[in-house]
């Protein structure tokens, strides 16, 4: 569990048991639950990971400055050597309770696998292109952090899946769907870890590979599907909320990145795909609509992530929408006019909204 997080449930526990609304049973069961709920990540850990990429990156220099003096058999026997190195000293160090700095030589080893791949190839002129190297390398660092239980090698995985994906696409300049299998299979690792952050990294690289879409398909122009599906997206995690409260925690972010998705599409046909006049008012209204809906209901279920999005969404949105009518000074007061009513008549509704709730509840 990430160490902020666990740090806050424990005040919120010793307060709730000084209030006398936890037992001493309850604060003990309660906290031998979240203690038994992954590891946490400290200064020694994150300084133990940096040290093992620093020593990757020693290693790989020091090979690579003196690879021609060594004989081929006398490589690979290095190579080999560097990786079990590493995987050793993580069992040493799992085995004195030190996880995450076990994690760190994983990671090392990891990092020299994915060099070996590369400097055998080269040693033996083996035909590919680096996106077959990245392809083994993201194969073998997910087998290494499933089997070992890594988070951050498993997190170097999905990264390598993006790069493998990149140079994909930079080949054939079209829609890399494999990508959907790596990201998958690292996305249900990083949920039998129960590793959030490592979940936010598989909605970020999943929210990456939908906004490329719309660069790639029909050449470039694709932007609306981009939208569509954020809004669909949104749309299901709205329903997941509602139907499932068990699983808002899932819900919240899914919503989060699909509106970044959404407003991303919507901005691209705006603002970049040349669209005249009257289809661009009815996309920024639709936009600015969508925006204050997010932003109303991210107050109601306390979704900062959603809240903050859709607030920095529509400060580019009016900024962006000024800079393309400046030119004239009518249209550019028509514009604030229009958008000012709207806000205002939306404004009108949920007041009127809130206070037929508060007189339903007053008659209950």
């Known amino acids: 569990m990430w160490s902020p997080y666990k740090k806050r449930v424990l005040r919120d526990v010793d307060r709730w048991q000084s209030q006398g609304w936890l037992s001493d049973e309850g604060r003990t069961a309660i906290v031998a639950d979240i203690q038994s709920r ?18 990757g990156f020693a290693a790989i220099s020091f090979v690579a400055a003196h690879w021609e003096d060594v004989p081929r058999l006398a490589r690979l026997a290095l190579l080999l050597a560097c990786i079990w190195a590493g995987y050793g000293i993580a069992g040493w160090l799992e085995a004195r309770g030190h996880s995450l700095l ?69 080949e054939n300049n079209d829609v890399h769907w494999p990508f959907l299998i790596g990201w998958g299979l690292v996305t ?32 470039g122009h694709s932007h609306d599907l981009v939208a569509i599906v954020g ?12 139907l499932r409260p068990d699983l808002d925690h899932i819900a919240a972010p899914v919503f989060a990145y699909a509106v970044a998705v959404a407003y991303e599409g919507l901005f691209v046909l705006q603002f970049f795909e040349s669209a005249p006049l009257g289809r661009l008012i009815v996309l920024a209204v639709v936009t600015l609509v969508l925006l204050i809906a997010v932003i109303a209901y991210a107050m109601a279920q306390g979704n900062r992530g959603a ?11 009016v900024l962006s929408l000024y800079g393309v009518t400046v030119g004239s000074i009518l249209g550019t007061s028509l514009f604030f006019l229009i958008a000012a009513v709207i806000v205002a008549a939306l404004a009108y509704a949920a007041l009127r909204l809130a206070r037929q709730s508060q007189s339903g509840g007053l008659a209950a």
């Open 307 to 317: 809240l903050w999005i859709a607030y920095i969404a529509f400060s580019i949105e």
């Open 188 to 219: 249900v690792a990083f949920a039998w870890q129960r590793w959030w952050p490592g979940l936010h990294l598989s909605a970020l690289a999943l929210s990456l590979f939908i906004v490329s879409i719309g660069y790639l398909l029909e050449s």
């Open 102 to 170: 076990a994690d760190a030589g994983v990671l090392f080893s990891s990092g020299m696998f994915g060099a070996s791949i590369m400097l055998i190839s080269q040693m033996y002129h083996i035909a590919g292109n680096a996106a077959d190297g990245v392809l083994f390398w993201w194969i073998g660092t997910l087998v290494a952090g499933v089997a070992l239980r890594s988070n951050p090698t498993l997190a170097l995985t999905m990264v390598l899946v993006c790069v493998w994906s990149f140079l994909k696409i930079s």
């Open 38 to 55: 992954g590891r946490d990540f400290n200064l020694a850990s994150a300084l133990g990971i940096l040290a093992s990429v620093l020593f």
């Open 231 to 242: 809004v669909l997206a949104a749309l299901g995690a709205v329903a997941l909320e509602k």
